[in-house]
């Protein structure tokens, strides 16, 4: 099973940029198909952003054309850029692997959009 560490959050204001990234250990990272998620206040966790082992990759519309998925399977280590954020883009977000019925979650990492 693979474990999952975020970094890369942070807090930045209406229309900034940030990155973050899922490093990846303890498994074959290629083989699994990654997510990201987040959680607002409140709120209940929803989906961000898919990439397959294949690189298929698919977005929540609430995301899409601001957020961008990748991976390099090489480093082990799946990205989220994202940008022009907005309030509403503050939650903690969560990396997620799977292959089959395997299930593998990172701690998360705070993204706080204000000005």
């Known amino acids: 099973q693979v474990q999952l560490v975020e970094s890369g959050g942070g807090f930045v204001q209406p229309g900034g940029s940030l990155r973050l990234s899922c490093a990846a250990s303890g498994s074959v990272f290629s083989l699994y198909g990654v997510h990201w998620y987040r959680q607002a206040p409140g709120k209940e966790r929803e989906l961000v952003a898919s990439i397959t082992s294949g690189g298929l990759i698919d977005y929540a519309d609430f995301v899409r054309g601001r957020f961008t998925i990748s991976r390099d399977n090489a480093k082990s280590t799946a990205y989220l850029q994202m940008n022009s954020l907005t309030p509403e883009d503050t939650a903690v977000y969560y990396c997620?692997?799977?292959?089959?019925?395997?299930?593998?979650w990172g701690q998360g990492t705070q993204v706080t959009v204000s000005s």
């Open positions: 997620n692997a799977e292959i089959g019925l395997i299930d593998s």
